[in-house]
């Protein structure tokens, strides 16, 4: 088997193993376990809770080039920290034919494993909660006193050493012209003309693009009021995943930094600017397509894609999810699938399966019995790690006893550099291993009131809802007649042998078609 490795490292955290140590025990599994490893991707200094991670990114890109069926982590946590993402990101590298594969966590594609994985992430996520919580605290006290709290600061200003602000008067310049131009009615590419006709550039040295251009346009900085954490929202439509923070995470001091700008430009400026979000949201309101990726037809084996579309007399407001053949090519006659119905019908599906509280009994007695097993595992890996340190603790006393008694080769203070090194490595292989048994091996309580969270699925928000579908859900096909759901598993039905069941819906007013 062909595998990456992807591995990151973020200064927040002093406990986490570095990027080097991350990518040599990545290497060790692989040798173990007969990978070969084609390329190395990694991310410093980044949040697993963000997608800014170039490199991740380029890993996901790359698997569908082929180039790998597996991608390496040392812990499912350097993939990511939160729950949607993950399954997100999972779920696209499965369709790549892609396996993710985690050293630490020994994970296979049972559907015990599925669900375990699932309620791992969900601790680690909680993990991920909790830290940020503290890393806000420090930051906080920062902001009160309106000094820089790291990073680029806005173009206009520079950091003072006592982390104050204070206006960088060339680039001051170039901050109002960008004011007064939009005020003035002219477009973002008359601007970016401007820019570049007379050689501005961003804070990064780069030329000015739309995005860049947004960020200013939207940063109330340039009036002298200082304000920490408050998330401006990426231009070009990227929709942040994560809840948008609470206003008391926001913090606001009138006149806590020197203002570039007029109050009353900045009004002007944001007035224009909500007037044109409007007229865009008015064109391209977003649904949440909550199956999508799993939905396939049953007559052209094509995918099916969400859709938005108004037609009829009254032109009212349709939302399915169609064929995608049928709509790029026109070869299929399947019809569409209103959208409400087909979810609907999932969730009903998710919550018989898997949301029943007799069903999340059994699910919790057989996920412990197998976290149990894997736990084991762990337990045989650590002896393996200690009986091969003690062999090295022999080596190296018989080496000091040689040297005692005055055999001494120059050879053998490389010898002693070798074992010394691999005695270290071993002692942090066995602590991290025993700190991952104790974490892994969640109680069947813990895990009953995992699953319980998510079963008032009903209730949800769509972005709930779409992780915990994508979760559990394998596939869909939409025939004539009927739509067949996959789940990852049915706890209700037979033996080991039938791990993705079909569960068939019949469809009473669905025309046929035929080709
Ligand atoms: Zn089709």
Not at 94 to 101: F, R
Not at 297 to 304: A, D, E, T
Not at 339 to 350: R, T
Not at 384 to 411: C, K, R, W
Request: net charge positive; hydrophobic share 30%; proline share 2%.
């Amino acid at each position: 088997m062909i595998a990456a490795i992807y591995a990151r490292y973020s200064s927040d955290n002093q406990r986490e193993e570095s990027i080097d140590a991350q990518v040599r025990a990545i290497n060790e599994y692989a040798q173990r376990n007969g990978y070969s490893i084609v390329k190395i991707y990694s991310d410093e200094a980044r949040s697993a809770t963000t997608d800014n991670r170039p490199q991740f990114l380029q890993m996901m890109k790359d698997s569908a080039l082929g180039l790998f069926n597996a991608v390496i982590v040392h812990k499912l946590d350097r993939f990511s920290r939160d729950r949607y993402d993950s399954a997100f990101y999972k779920r696209q590298l499965k369709k790549n034919g892609v396996k993710l594969i985690s050293v630490l966590e020994n994970l296979d594609d049972s559907p015990e494993s599925i669900i375990l994985e699932s309620v791992l992430e969900g601790m680690a996520e909680y993990y991920s909660a909790n830290l940020a919580r503290e890393v806000m605290k420090g930051m906080k006290e920062t902001a009160l006193q309106c000094r820089h709290n790291g990073g680029t600061p806005p173009l206009g200003y520079d950091v003072l050493p006592d982390k104050s602000y204070s206006i960088n008067e060339s680039e001051a310049r170039i901050v109002r012209t960008i004011f007064e131009m939009y005020a003035s009615g002219h477009s973002y590419s008359e601007i970016i003309d401007t820019m570049n006709r007379e050689g501005y550039k961003s804070k990064s040295g780069r030329s000015f693009g739309k995005n860049s251009l947004h960020d200013i346009l939207r940063n109330e900085k340039y009036t002298g009021t200082y304000i920490f954490n408050r998330t401006v929202s990426k231009a070009g439509g990227k929709r942040n995943n994560h809840s948008s923070k609470s206003d008391i995470d926001i913090i606001r001091v009138e006149n806590g930094m020197p203002a570039i700008i007029s109050k009353e430009l900045w009004n002007e400026v944001s007035k224009k600017m909500n007037g044109n979000k409007r007229a865009r949201a008015a064109n391209s309101a977003k649904e949440n397509y909550l199956l999508s990726g799993l939905v396939f037809c049953g007559v052209c084996g094509g995918s099916f894609a969400g859709n938005r579309k108004f037609s009829g007399r009254n032109k009212n407001l349709y939302v399915t999810y169609e064929c995608t053949t049928r709509k790029r090519k026109r070869t299929c006659c399947m019809k569409s699938i209103e959208k409400n119905f087909i979810e609907n019908l999932v969730i009903d599906q998710l919550l018989t399966d898997i949301f029943a509280p007799d069903a999340i009994e059994r699910i919790a007695d057989r996920i412990a019995e197998y976290a149990k097993t894997r736990t084991s595992e762990i337990s045989k890996n650590i002896r393996e790690y200690e009986n091969e340190l003690a062999g090295i603790q022999t080596q190296i006393s018989n080496t000091v006893n040689a040297i005692a008694n005055g055999m001494f080769h120059p050879s053998m203070k490389q010898k002693m550099d070798e074992l010394e090194a691999r005695k270290s490595a071993l002692v942090i292989r066995i602590e991290e291993a025993k700190r991952q048994a104790e974490i892994n091996s969640p109680s069947r309580d813990f895990i009953r009131s995992y699953l319980e969270q998510d079963s008032d699925i009903k209730n949800k928000s769509p972005e709930d809802q779409k992780r915990i579908i994508q979760t559990y859900v394998v596939k869909i096909i939409v025939y004539n007649d009927r739509i067949d759901t996959y789940t990852i598993v049915d706890f209700d039905g037979g033996g080991e042998g039938s791990r993705t069941p079909v569960r068939n819906h019949i469809l009473k007013n669905f025309y046929g078609c035929s080709l």
